[in-house]
C-alpha cells in the first residue's frame, strides 16, 4: 500500500479586524521560507492546496470559531494580534476613509476568545504596538515558539524587497515600515471613542488589566466630548443571521476535525 503524504504545517493569524493581522502576515511571509500562502485572507476550514509543506494564511473572524479546530490539530500554529482597543476602533480602511470598521463589543469577544488560548504552546499573542516598537524582539518571541521557522529577512528591514500582493497592499495603505508613531493615532477620534466607551464602559478597565493605561485618569480627554455615532458595522448582528453562521461554522469544523481522522 501507497503511503500517504504527510499533511503540511500551517500558520494561521487571527485577531479583531484592524488589529496588524495584514501586517503580520506580510512579516511572516516577507521573513521565512513558506512554501506557499493565501493571497490575502483564507478561512482556516478552507483546505491547504497539494504539495504544500509550511503553509501561511489569516482570517480575523476565525479568532472567535477555530478553537476546538485548533485544539485538536497538532500541525496548526496560530498567532493571534491584539491591539489597543481605543486605536483599533478609530482604525479606517484605506479603501473606505469613512468608515470606522470596527469597535469595543467586537474588540472584547475577540479578546476573550485569544485569552482562553495564549497559553497553549502551538498559540502565540503578540502585541501590535510591541511589533511596531520592538520588531526584532517580536520576531525573536516567534521563533521561540515556533521553531520550525528558518529566518531569511529581519522584520526591521520591511519593505525592502516585499512582493506585497495587490489586497494586502490596500488594506495596509501601501507597504511601509513599521512606524510606533502610529500608535496613540487614536487621540485624534475622541468623539469615537467616547461613543464606543460610552456603549461598553468594561473596556476602560480591560485598558488597565493589560497594561495600556495605568488608571483611568486618560478618560479626562474625554470630558465635554459629544460622542460620534455610526451605525455601518457597529450594530449588533440580526439574531437569524448569527445563529446561521454559529451553525454553518460548526458544520466546517466537524468536517475540518473529520478531515484530520482520514488520509
Known sequence: MAEHA?????????????????????LLWYAYDFSGRCEHE????????????????????????????FLEDEKLFVIAMVRDPRAMATSRHAKFPDVYFSGFGRWLEYQNAIERLS???????????????????????????????????????????????DKA????????????????????????????LDAHPAV??????????????????????????QKHKDEAPHLFKALEARFRYWVRTRRYLRNLQSP
Request: proline content about 10%; charged content about 30%.
Open 119 to 165: 497559553d497553549h504552546p502551538r498559540w502565540l499573542t503578540l502585541r501590535y504596538e510591541d511589533l511596531l516598537r520592538s520588531p526584532q524582539q517580536v520576531q525573536e518571541r516567534i521563533e521561540a515558539r515556533f521553531p520550525f521557522l528558518v529566518r531569511r529577512r529581519e522584520f526591521a528591514n520591511y519593505p525592502e524587497g516585499a512582493d506585497v500582493p
Open 42 to 69: 483564507a478561512p482556516l476550514f478552507r483546505p491547504i492546496p497539494a504539495g504544500e509543506r509550511l503553509y501561511l494564511t489569516k482570517k480575523p473572524p476565525d479568532t472567535i470559531r477555530i478553537e476546538r479546530a
Open 169 to 196: 497592499g490596500i488594506s495596509l495603505g501601501g507597504a511601509r515600515g513599521l512606524d510606533p508613531s502610529r500608535v496613540a493615532a487614536w487621540k485624534d477620534h475622541l468623539p469615537r471613542i467616547r461613543d464606543q
Open 6 to 26: 504527510e499533511r503540511p504545517l500551517r500558520v494561521h493569524v487571527v485577531g479583531c479586524y484592524r488589529s496588524g493581522t495584514t501586517l503580520m502576515m506580510e
Open 204 to 229: 476602560a478597565d480591560k485598558l488597565i488589566e493589560l497594561g495600556y493605561e495605568p488608571d483611568h485618569s486618560w478618560r479626562e480627554c474625554l470630558e465635554g466630548v459629544t460622542p460620534h455615532r
